[in-house]
């Protein structure tokens, strides 16, 4: 009778093992750029690395479901999206008194850097909806197949959203750059 409840043990202690490893192999080989992810979409540090290990939790649990290792990013990526959103939901603002905060003036902020957070804040004035897919290009490198198979849309809706992403950029840049112009002449 006791023998046969060894068996079941070792099976048990087996499979935990394999997932553990197949785990591990998952963590490795997309933490950084789920984490990269996490980081523009969050813009927090702290608050991106709770995303992600919400993530990481929530994919340890539904690791069986994982049937494609190829699809692991995307499927990391969706997860750490709607832990994302119940961020949201779940989240109660601080009131703060305006009189109480400090805000620095660091002029000494290299271009390169101005550059960048001008863009960023662009690309966050995008809609979401043509916000989202320029990130998975820009960040991740996804094809337009693969941002349609992330984000359950068809390709040539993807590429449009692209097409209109990227042309509502560069007429932001370029009124920004009038708008300097006027300023500075």
């Not at 984490?35 to 608050?47: E, G, P, S, T, V």
């Not at 479901?65 to 949201?88: G, H, M, P, V, Y």
């Not at 004035?125 to 990130?135: A, M």
């Not at 290009?137 to 992330?150: K, R, T, V, W």
Request: glycine share 4%.
């Amino acid at each position: 009778m006791f023998a046969g409840k060894k068996k079941p043990l070792r099976s048990v202690s087996s499979d935990m093992m394999s997932k553990q490893k197949r785990y591990e192999a998952l963590v490795n080989a997309t933490h950084a750029d789920v984490f990269r992810y996490a980081y523009w979409l969050i813009r927090d540090k702290a608050i991106a690395e709770d995303v992600v290990q919400e993530t990481y939790l929530r994919a340890w649990k539904s690791l069986d479901s994982l049937q494609d290792q190829k699809a692991a990013k995307s499927w990391l990526i969706t997860i750490l999206r709607r832990e994302n959103a119940r961020r949201f939901e779940r989240k109660q603002f601080d009131l703060v008194d305006i009189d109480d905060v400090h805000v620095e003036d660091d002029i000494h902020d290299n271009e390169t850097t101005l550059e960048h957070a001008e863009l960023r804040k662009l690309m966050a004035g995008l809609s979401e909806e043509y916000r989202e897919p320029l990130i998975l290009q820009i960040l991740f490198g996804y094809s337009g197949e693969e941002i349609a198979a992330q984000l359950d849309l068809n390709k040539n809706t993807v590429m449009t959203r692209l097409f209109r992403a990227r042309n509502q950029l560069k007429e932001a840049l370029e009124s920004r750059n009038e708008h300097r112009g006027r300023h500075n002449g």
